[in-house]
């Protein structure tokens, strides 16, 4: 009993140190995993209790891990999608145990996190007034933060995965310090200068606050009026960002009207990202069933970056339409049932984190890659049925 408590404890302390990981590196973040994963099952198997095999949700998951198989094997014919494909299962188990540890310790562990979040945005902004973070890293792009993530700049993508877990926690935790969080760390995601992120991030704490939080309209109309204040007194004051957020998205759209330009071919030649947009359909249009296989966007048509950068366009292009259907039939199948939830603002938080992740054509990492993933997988976690208490 003390070996099975022991047990229990280190696997805690491990989700607590998970989102650290991420910082140190894929190793150390995927070996976490590991461990993580098979101490739980461990547990189940001293229980003699494996549930979640007669769960729906874990089936379901299982039919797209079979496909990812079929599709790394047959379609793709790598190696590299093959090792993917098959360690895809460490997610989904990761999902499992993360949501059966939620279940003893739900408090404790999103506590760390938040606080975790709060240190990552206290450096971010020292980094932002000072030239580098308090490990001495700074980002080698203009306009860009690096925050822990170092020369790697994905600190934006971590941001966007634990923000509404960490607003939830701190609206729990003291709710007079809410509104001035809230405005803080929207500032800080739009200092960190990516702009798919900070507009997700922001689309969906506008939903958070005014759809879910129920407090006189007037103080969520006076955070977000600051907010916005702030953020174009920031952009104004910013060659960098404000080439970010004006040249990049309007000026060139509207040059292009202006000139009577304003087509598909010519967006195209201007923007990066319907450029890999754009070669994502042609190999769906050429592999419309089951993509051109798992991670193999980057061997066809000499496109010039490994991912479309859009989940969407990732999924059809290299999947298919029955890998697609699949995942995205779960996620929709995952977000149905927990459509009754209204006061737990952590699964609300990992709600809007799952919806803003499918928006269409805005921006966004690679679904497979292992950070993305773990990011991903943590949100997803908060929604999966625990036995009978979910």
């Not at 975790?116 to 971010?124: G, R, T």
């Not at 977000?335 to 799952?354: A, D, E, P, T, V």
Request: aromatic share 20%; glycine share 4%.
């Amino acid at each position: 009993m003390k070996k099975e408590i022991s047990l229990n404890n280190l696997n805690i302390y491990l989700i607590c140190f998970l989102p650290i990981s991420l910082f140190v590196g894929t190793l150390i973040s995927n070996l976490t995993i590991i461990i993580i994963v098979f101490f739980y099952l461990l547990v189940c198997f001293k229980e003699k209790n494996f549930y979640f095999l007669k769960d729906y949700n874990f089936r379901f998951l299982i039919i797209i891990y079979l496909y990812l198989i079929y599709n790394a094997i047959f379609i793709a014919e790598n190696n590299e999608s093959i090792i993917r494909a098959f360690g895809f299962i460490r997610f989904i188990l990761l999902a499992y145990a993360i949501s059966f540890y939620l279940n003893k310790n739900e408090n404790k562990i999103i506590k760390f996190w938040s606080f975790i979040f709060l240190i990552v945005s206290i450096d971010l902004m020292l980094e932002y007034f000072n030239g580098q973070n308090i490990l001495g890293f700074s980002a080698n792009y203009p306009g860009r933060l690096a925050g822990f993530t170092g020369d790697e700049l994905k600190i934006g993508g971590y941001y966007f995965g634990f923000i509404f877990l960490a607003l939830s926690y701190f609206n729990n935790f003291n709710k007079k310090l809410f509104f001035i969080l809230l405005i803080t760390f929207l500032i800080t995601s739009l200092l960190i200068g990516e702009r798919s992120n900070f507009l997700k991030i922001t689309l969906m704490c506008f939903i958070f606050v005014f759809v879910v939080y129920k407090k006189p309209f007037y103080k969520k109309f006076l955070a977000f009026v600051i907010f916005a204040l702030i953020s174009i007194f920031i952009i104004i004051n910013s060659p960098v960002l404000k080439s970010k957020f004006y040249h990049h998205i309007f000026k060139d759209v509207i040059q292009l009207f202006k000139e009577e330009k304003l087509n598909k071919e010519n967006l195209i030649k201007k923007n990066n990202y319907f450029r890999h947009y754009n070669d994502a359909l042609v190999i769906f249009k050429d592999n419309v069933w089951y993509g051109v296989g798992l991670k193999k966007f980057r061997y066809e048509k000499n496109v010039a970056t490994t991912h479309p950068h859009q989940t969407h366009f990732e999924l059809l292009s290299e999947l298919g339409l029955i890998g697609y259907i699949l995942i995205l039939s779960n996620i929709i199948f995952l977000l149905w049932r927990r459509k009754y939830l209204k006061n737990n603002f952590y699964k609300i938080g990992s709600i809007l984190f799952l919806v803003a992740t499918l928006i269409p054509l805005l921006p966004s990492g690679s679904f497979f890659t292992s950070y993305t993933a773990t990011i991903f997988w943590i949100n997803y976690s908060l929604l999966i049925n625990y036995k009978q208490n979910a």
